[in-house]
């Protein structure tokens, strides 16, 4: 069972939506609007507390013109007709709209779309949400003594989008969710945490954790309490598919986001067509993935989900746009164009950005190490569009010796290294494939769902 | 709307207490590429936010308290919302507590006047001062900047009888610039807010950033090195106070949620030092009275009225940082959010600390200790090395270490700066961390 596609105030506004289109381009180059209704819920329970709070909710309509050279945005909250119609003829009458600048509307394009899932969580009561945290809190506090806290969180996020231009009349509605794990335990040198997470575009049903993996969290915390610091160098390191994701969208997410072209501050630029990496780097970005957190059917734009493949065989092939970057420089769109909410404007952002995986078993690929550290999760990454320098820290690594991946553990780990040169070093792609989800955002604002991963990857990195 | 919330609420029986907060924005978001306006952006919006506290029992039966929050859009169904918060919060279990009682809530300056006289006029004068003041250094473009003005009024009500209001603007700005040509070009990136268009600091910042990207183009890479570490001005706030993506470990560990379960080390009256403390003794203020500052409020989402609290003196902590119900649980003074970090003035000139050789950081490209623990291991995007009378700029390696171990061994200086959530030193010497190169 799954909830309606849209909500009522919605349904409605969107048959008056062509009319609006009308008054946009009465005058406009170029009109569009959005109806956007973003919501959240979280659930979280720890070993102190409980709570269910409702993130900020936003609802609200865009309306979309272009003078020529600026495109101009009016954001208002809720979907009142009469609001809107006059906020439309009031938005274009006093622009100047002599610029002889196009935009391309795109394709003809119709459709209604909504997330499959077995257990949509719109429709599971609260106490059977919050009993399966209670649940999930016994099981891990349940596995060793030294827990002092172990925090479930559920996140349900929906968003209704419908999109209108002269040549599209599209709406999606997206079910994402989110279960995270934080424990935290103590030892004698003080407390330490590890973390987990599943996500994606789905019901309840893709959030269950074997007692296997709630083992292996646990284990890992425990070790972290004896972590010592790794010495600084470079190493030759496998990376775990969580890091080697952060790399990709690190280095070829945010650096060929076109925007960034258009802005000058892309060393990527100055790179299409050239070598960036080894022949075995191959770097994706694709929203139509099914069932991941950062996929979606149509973007922003109202342009259709497909894959876009950024880096081929070491060579790099293109970038993710939005529709102001991709007119402004003058290249094919990729459905990139993204916003945070109706607050915000679009860029050109990353979906689910990933490598390619390659034909090695990870075994074989660990084997090849004689000496070096085995990466296994990162809690976090930075860009560096312009230097090309990596951030990206592993919470924690362990050592491999003679092929085989021991128990000594260091954290944290930094992850450093000139893109060109770390891409350039990947010597051995495995055959696995996993993406891990989380939020992105533009310097420190505009959030969006991503995910990233790939395979594991052989390299030389500079740890610290 | 308010009306109606508050008469469903007081009608419904089930309910113990509760808070409305009303809050609506209006906002204006001007992005230029170049010498032209990419986008210009309005924006409004207006939400209904309410708590509700319900008596509950967990599943042994003991009594509990439940909270349920709900939001509702102007014009939406109030009764169907309420009804939610009130099932949510009679299904959560928490250890009884209850809402702050009204206190005295003192205005603050939180306003930018001359912003709310003309937002899209003061935006575009901020964007117009940052292009002349570049059109000043020659060897930068401006590429690209954002800046977004919004004004935000929240009225806040509980069944307490608190009944507050107050007004709040922000302003945020970004910007790029470019130096050198080519594959050798460089950029700085850079990003502040701030609650008035006048502690943008406009014309300094624009010069710092200039001389840091015509730095970068002669960066090489660092050595390795362990010894005396300068940091200043955002950057040393940065460190301090945390930043939206990355929050303060002083704040994390001196969270009374966190004390409540047991994560935090830290005991009033003890030193929130593991060791010894070899450089400067260390004081802080929680002060969400700063005027203009970021995190100020005159109250916070349950009304708690701003406060200026002692957080740690001379390395002992002073207090714990706690919302109405962890106080209420450890029997603590409730201080409501955290607000700025406030240090005092240290007693060392800039210009002492700069003496000798060391290494200053300008730009980290993310300062993001662990939480927990405070180790840390961050990318560094521009440095200085001193030695020996010269200055060389880098760019890359690592600054390694632990957070609470650099401030045990610290000197600050006299000279102070407000950084937006932050008051205290500009400058501050740490005497002994290691640069992986």
């Not at chain 2, 004068?125 to 590429?143: E, Q, S």
């Not at chain 2, 806040?156 to 130096?179: E, F, H, R």
């Not at chain 2, 001379?314 to 959010?337: C, H, K, T, V, W």
């Not at chain 2, 102070?416 to 005497?431: D, E, I, L, V």
Request: charged residues 25%; contains cysteine.
């Amino acid at each position: 069972m799954k909830d309606k596609l849209l909500k009522p105030g919605m349904e409605k506004l969107r048959l008056e939506l062509g009319e609006v289109v009308g008054i946009l381009e009465a005058r406009s180059p170029y009109g569009a609007v959005t109806l956007s209704s973003r919501e959240m819920t979280r659930y979280f329970v720890d070993n102190t507390q409980e709570r269910v709070s409702t993130g900020e909710p936003t609802a609200g309509v865009i309306l979309r013109t272009f003078d020529g050279k600026t495109m101009r945005e009016k954001g208002l909250g809720g979907f009142h007709k009469e609001e809107v119609i006059r906020a439309a003829k009031s938005f274009v009458s006093g622009v100047d709209f002599s610029s002889n600048g196009k935009l391309d509307p795109g394709p003809e394009r119709t459709g209604d779309f909504q997330t499959e899932m077995e257990n949509d969580p719109a429709l599971v009561p609260t106490d059977q949400k919050l009993d399966a945290l209670r649940d999930m809190n016994r099981r891990v506090n349940a596995i060793d003594s030294r827990i002092i806290n172990a925090r479930v969180s559920f996140l349900e996020m929906r968003e209704k989008t419908v999109f209108r231009n002269r040549v599209a009349d599209l709406a999606q509605d997206i079910q994402r969710v989110h279960m995270g794990l934080m424990i935290t335990v103590m030892g004698e040198k003080g407390a330490v945490w590890d973390f987990d997470s599943k996500c994606g575009t789905g019901g309840l049903e893709i959030l269950a954790f074997s007692d296997e993996e709630l083992a292996e969290l646990v284990g890992n915390a425990i070790k972290l309490l004896d972590a010592g610091r790794i010495d600084p160098g470079e190493y030759t390191v496998v990376t775990a598919p969580g890091v080697s994701g952060v790399i990709a969208h690190e280095s070829f997410g945010h650096g060929v986001e076109t925007d960034m072209f258009v802005k000058e501050r892309a060393k990527a630029a100055n790179f299409i067509g050239k070598r960036v990496g080894s022949d075995l780097v191959n770097i994706f970005d694709d929203p139509s993935l099914p069932d991941e957190f950062g996929s979606y059917f149509f973007d922003d734009e109202g342009y259709p989900a497909q894959p876009t493949q950024i880096v081929k065989s070491g060579i790099f092939e293109r970038g993710l746009t939005d529709m102001f970057s991709a007119s402004a420089l003058e290249i094919q769109r990729s459905p990139n164009g993204r916003r945070q909410d109706f607050t915000r404007k679009v860029y050109p952002r990353m979906t689910n950005t990933f490598f390619g995986s390659g034909d090695l078993s990870v075994e074989e690929l660990i084997s090849r190490v004689e000496e070096g550290i085995y990466i296994p999760k990162v809690s976090s990454g930075m860009e560096d569009p312009k230097g090309w320098g990596i951030q990206v820290s592993g919470h924690y690594a362990f050592e491999i010796k003679g092929g085989k991946v021991t128990e000594k553990m260091y954290a944290p780990v930094g992850i450093t290294g000139y893109v060109p040169d770390v891409l350039g070093s990947i010597s051995g792609v495995a055959s696995d494939f996993s993406l891990s989800g989380g939020y992105c955002g533009k310097g420190t604002k505009e959030t969006v769902p991503v995910t990233d991963g790939g395979p594991h990857l052989l390299m030389k990195a500079r740890l610290g | 709307m308010l009306e109606k919330i508050v008469k469903a609420l007081s009608s419904n029986a089930d309910i113990k207490a509760w808070i409305i907060r009303h809050d609506s924005t209006r906002g204006f978001q001007q992005y230029e590429l170049k010498d032209s306006t990419e986008s210009v952006r309005e924006v409004e919006s207006e939400l209904y936010t309410v708590d509700v506290l319900c008596d509950s029992q967990d599943s042994e039966g003991k009594p509990a308290s439940g909270l349920g929050t709900v939001s509702i859009l102007p014009g939406g169904e109030i009764n169907n919302a309420l009804e939610k918060a009130v099932l949510t919060a009679q299904l959560v279990h928490n250890q009884p507590y209850d809402f702050a009682e009204p206190a005295s809530i003192s205005d603050l300056e939180l306003v930018d006047r001359s912003y709310l006289a003309d937002p899209q006029g003061e935006i575009q004068t901020v964007l117009d001062t940052l292009k002349d003041t570049t059109a000043g250094f020659p060897h930068v473009r401006l590429t690209a900047a954002e800046c977004f003005g919004q004004e935000k009024q929240t009225h806040l009500v509980s069944s307490k009888g608190v009944d507050a209001q107050q007004s709040a603007t922000d302003i945020y700005l970004q910007w790029v610039y470019i130096g050198g040509k080519g594959e050798n070009e460089v950029e700085t990136f850079a990003e502040t807010r701030r609650r008035r268009i006048a502690d943008l600091n406009l014309e300094e910042e624009a010069a710092l950033r200039a001389q840091y990207t015509s730095d970068l183009l002669e960066a090489a890479a660092p050595e390795s090195y362990s010894g005396p570490v300068v940091v200043k001005g955002g950057t040393l706030a940065v460190m301090a106070a945390g930043e939206m993506l990355a929050g303060s470990l002083l704040k994390t560990l001196s969270s009374a949620s966190l004390k409540y379960s047991g994560e935090t080390p830290w005991e009033i009256g003890k030193s929130i030092f593991p060791g010894e403390v070899k450089g400067d003794d260390f004081t802080a203020w929680a002060n969400r009275q700063f005027p203009y500052g970021v995190p100020s409020s005159a109250f916070d989402h349950e009304g708690i009225p701003a406060q200026r609290v002692p957080l740690i003196e001379d390395n002992l902590l002073a207090s714990f940082i706690s919302d109405q119900r962890f106080a209420y649980y450890l029997n603590l003074e409730p201080s409501g959010d955290f607000g700025c970090l406030e240090l005092p003035a240290g007693s060392t000139s800039t210009a002492k600390l700069r003496e000798g050789s060391y290494l200053e950081i300008a730009e980290f490209s993310w300062f993001n200790p662990d939480p927990i623990t405070g180790n840390f291991a961050c990318e560094i995007r521009l440095g200085y090395q001193e030695k020996d009378g010269e200055r060389k700029p880098f760019k890359g390696g690592m600054l390694v270490g632990n957070l609470l171990e650099a401030l045990a061994d610290v000197r600050w200086s006299e000279e102070t700066g407000f950084y937006g959530n932050y008051f205290g030193p500009q400058a501050a010497r740490f005497n002994n961390l290691k640069v992986a190169g």
